[in-house]
């Protein structure tokens, strides 16, 4: 069965390869299937003098240009890594005809992949995307020495008009959160902007077109000062209304958001698109009951994560057991392996080891441990601005049922009376319109929002804040 080793296993990075009775060099395209989602791919190979180069594109994911390693040919087989830290695919296949079908494995979990010589041929964009009713500005702000690069939309319009700023969610996320090839902030931006509001995204650290200290290496805390920063840069702008700059944040964005705003008092309004409302280690906990429980796993399988969860807490809380705890994740993974020969139960053996160390790297990481011991409650409370928050009715990863009445608890001792909750029907985590709103529909779900989850956004924004006209 699948499992979600303490959701550091999210694929949101991956692999492939490529094909030719003789050769391999050469332009490749095809598909990685796991967890139920399919991810489109583009290879493209190198025979040099003594080694073969590959690159690889996802675009879905909106990665270009990935370096593989470690690529190895010798007909029919092929062979080959894409190093990603915690979340290093590899990719084992045979030609079959004009087609390479094998297997790829990264973080306990496996899948399958096949490719085919050509080039991919990639979906039209949104058309409006080349014919755009506003400006369209790329832009640099800085903080520290992080300098993060952007998009800023404004309305045609000349004059000081009100501005959103967009907080992706958790992971490296580009200016568009674009997530399985829907690009979230792209469609939320063009919304608000159509409207009269201009939208400053940004790439994350680290992401894209901004420098700095990688993600993982940083905290949500400092997040949120890169936010302020932001807020900072659009009031040195002539085109923004430096008293109607507001906060949009989505997921981690939906915590980042309101810490921003004890930090800095010139923030005039907030959206929270499924924000937390209590501690990461609680939000963690439940998202993987409810999401393994939607994959059919049994209660033997979620109580075996779940001891793994108590124990890392623990681990996180007062620094030691941590050996004990990659033990036990190195057995649960290997356990999920399969392998019948002795030289695959020795793979598998040493793949697991590898695993189980990337994911005690990862959960040692500034980022997870600050996540998981956060509480955003204490911050809801010293908001000052007006806030909207919007859950998901089926969102498995921030469950209204948690989340939502501690997040009105919360702003009822706030600063501010002017606030509203509301719980989008059918709506997942990315707010599409959801059968289970299990992570498996992402990428199989139309790249659309759920109807009125654009305009409940964009009439409580215009209801405060005066558009030019």
């Known amino acids: 069965m699948k499992k979600l080793f303490l959701l550091l296993l999210i694929?949101?990075?991956?692999?492939?390869?490529?094909?030719?009775?003789?050769?391999?060099?050469?332009?490749?395209?095809?598909?990685?299937?796991?967890?139920?989602?399919?991810?489109?791919?583009?290879?493209?190979?190198?025979?040099?003098?003594?080694?073969?180069?590959?690159?690889?594109?996802?675009?879905?994911?909106?990665?270009?240009d990935i370096t593989l390693s470690n690529v190895s040919y010798n007909h029919p087989n092929l062979?080959?890594?894409?190093?990603?830290?915690?979340?290093?695919?590899?990719?084992?296949?045979?030609?079959?005809?004009?087609?390479?079908?094998?297997?790829?494995?990264?973080?306990g979990m496996e899948g399958t992949f096949f490719l085919s010589r050509g080039e991919l041929k990639s979906e039209n964009e949104n058309p409006h995307v080349e014919l755009l009713p506003y400006n369209q500005e790329e832009v640099t702000f800085t903080n520290g020495e992080n300098t993060?690069?952007?998009?800023?939309?404004?309305?045609?319009?000349?004059?000081?008009?009100?501005?959103?700023?967009?907080?992706?969610?958790?992971?490296?996320?580009?200016?568009?959160?674009?997530?399985f090839g829907f690009k979230i902030f792209r469609l939320i931006?063009?919304?608000?902007?159509?409207?009269?509001?201009?939208?400053?995204?940004?790439?994350?650290?680290?992401?894209?077109g901004s420098k700095g200290k990688s993600v993982n290496e940083s905290t949500t805390q400092e997040f949120a000062e890169d936010v302020v920063q932001a807020v900072k840069y659009l009031q040195t702008r002539e085109d923004i209304n430096s008293d109607q700059i507001g906060l949009c944040g989505h997921s981690e964005g939906g915590i980042i958001a309101p810490l921003a705003a004890t930090m800095n008092n010139d923030i005039a309004f907030i959206v929270l698109i499924a924000g937390t409302s209590v501690k990461g280690m609680d939000i963690i906990r439940e998202q993987t009951i409810m999401i393994m429980k939607a994959n059919n796993a049994s209660q033997e399988d979620i109580d075996m994560q779940l001891n793994l969860y108590d124990k890392l807490y623990n681990a996180i809380?007062?620094?030691?057991?941590?050996?004990?705890?990659?033990?036990?994740?190195?057995?649960?993974?290997?356990?999920?392996?399969?392998?019948?020969?002795?030289?695959?139960?020795?793979?598998?053996?040493?793949?697991?080891?590898q695993i189980a160390e990337m994911q005690i790297q990862g959960m040692r990481a500034p980022w997870f441990k600050f996540f998981a011991d956060y509480d955003p409650y204490?911050?809801?409370?010293?908001?000052?601005?007006?806030?909207?928050?919007?859950?998901?009715?089926?969102?498995?990863?921030?469950?209204?049922?948690?989340?939502?009445?501690?997040?009105?608890?919360?702003?009822?001792?706030?600063?501010?009376?002017?606030?509203?909750?509301?719980?989008?029907?059918?709506?997942?985590?990315?707010?599409?319109?959801?059968?289970?709103?299990?992570?498996?529909?992402?990428g199989s779900l139309p790249k659309e929002f759920v109807p009125g989850f654009l305009d409940s956004m964009t009439g409580w924004i215009l209801e405060r804040v005066t558009i030019v006209k």
């Open 79 to 107: 062979h080959f890594e894409m190093p990603g830290g915690l979340r290093t695919a590899v990719f084992d296949g045979n030609f079959a005809g004009d087609t390479v079908k094998g297997t790829m494995k990264q973080s």
């Open 378 to 442: 204490p911050a809801l409370t010293k908001v000052k601005c007006p806030v909207l928050a919007l859950f998901g009715e089926f969102d498995l990863q921030v469950l209204p049922a948690q989340n939502k009445e501690p997040m009105e608890e919360a702003l009822g001792k706030s600063g501010t009376k002017d606030y509203k909750i509301i719980v989008i029907p059918t709506a997942n985590h990315l707010f599409q319109s959801a059968t289970t709103g299990s992570p498996e529909e992402y």
């Open 11 to 64: 694929i949101f990075s991956i692999s492939n390869f490529s094909y030719s009775q003789q050769q391999i060099d050469g332009s490749w395209a095809g598909k990685i299937e796991i967890m139920g989602m399919s991810l489109e791919v583009a290879v493209r190979f190198t025979t040099g003098t003594d080694s073969i180069s590959g690159i690889m594109d996802i675009p879905m994911q909106g990665a270009k």
């Open 317 to 353: 809380k007062t620094d030691t057991g941590w050996d004990e705890l990659k033990e036990e994740i190195r057995k649960a993974i290997l356990k999920d392996m399969k392998g019948e020969t002795d030289s695959a139960k020795a793979k598998n053996e040493e793949m697991s080891a």
């Open 148 to 179: 993060f690069a952007g998009t800023l939309t404004t309305p045609l319009i000349k004059g000081k008009h009100p501005a959103v700023i967009m907080i992706t969610g958790s992971g490296a996320q580009n200016r568009d959160e674009e997530i």
């Open 189 to 208: 931006a063009d919304n608000f902007t159509r409207n009269g509001i201009a939208v400053l995204r940004y790439d994350d650290r680290g992401i894209g």
